[in-house]
């Protein structure tokens, strides 16, 4: 029975050093690996499961648990998780994880359909499923609402915090789009992209990264999977490759 794992790579020479069994999780409905910055720590969540396990990896060592956690974030320092779920957004200590499982919440806010979320520095951004979708933007350090906005026709798949404290979100609708917001969700700009799902940050070239699918206008069934890169200021195109389709 196959089972999620951890590779520990040694990039230079290109081998895998360490490979870490994560038998108690189930990995079939993807997951997250959130690193601490020293290095010393791994939170690992299992969508499927809906549980967030801390993990070292230096002895390949399971730690405490959060039940419940369907998404995760990490404050730049390390020091703060922030999770959610179908029904709550909630703050966590890390070093309230090294001593027991499933420790009390720093705060809670009670939410319904919750798709995903971004932290950036002291802000984190909510994306709820609806009619309309809707995005809202929380402050970390105590869970108070500061802004929110709807955003009709569209189910959100991706979010990114920006170096500027902004926020760029994907999604999908008659029209597959990429949108600028500033901090406080007043919309920037926007571009239209590939259908597709995630979007990534790509802080030291200042791009947005994604991938989907241009589909062919007179023949509805074929489709080009390709990989887009964003200029995050702008959101010009700044390249577009096309990836061999395994269908």
């Known amino acids: ?23 108690p999780l189930t990995g079939q409905d993807g997951g997250q690996l959130l ?18 396990v801390s993990f070292n990896p230096l002895t390949g060592a399971l730690g405490h648990r959060l039940d419940h956690v369907r998404t995760a974030a990490l404050s730049a320092d390390g020091a703060v998780l922030i999770t959610a779920n179908a029904v709550s957004l909630a703050a966590y200590s890390s070093q309230a994880l090294t001593d027991a499982d499933n420790p009390a919440p720093l705060w809670r806010q009670d939410l319904a359909r919750i798709d995903g979320l971004a932290l950036n520095g002291d802000r984190v951004l ?46 999908n609708g008659s ?10 969700l007043q919309q920037v700009i926007t571009t239209t992209v590939p259908s597709g799902s995630g979007l990534f940050f790509d802080a030291s070239r200042n791009r947005l990264l994604l991938g989907g699918y241009r589909y062919d206008t007179q023949h509805a069934a074929s489709s080009q999977p390709v990989i887009q890169a964003l200029d995050a200021s702008n959101l010009a195109v700044q390249t577009e490759q096309a990836w061999p389709n395994q269908e």
């Open 35 to 52: 690193l601490t910055p020293d290095g010393a720590t791994i939170f690992v969540v299992d969508r499927e499961t809906q549980v967030l």
């Open 126 to 171: 909510v994306s709820r499923g609806g009619d309309p979708g809707q995005l809202q933007v929380f402050d970390a350090a105590e869970g108070r609402l500061l802004a929110k906005t709807a955003l009709p026709d569209a189910y959100l798949s991706g979010l990114a915090a920006l170096s500027d404290g902004g926020w760029a979100v994907r999604a």
């Open 175 to 184: 029209v597959a789009q990429v949108q600028r917001f500033s901090a406080d």
């Open 1 to 23: 029975q196959q089972r999620p794992a951890i590779a520990v790579v040694d990039i230079a020479r290109e081998r895998v050093t360490r490979l870490w069994s994560l038998a």
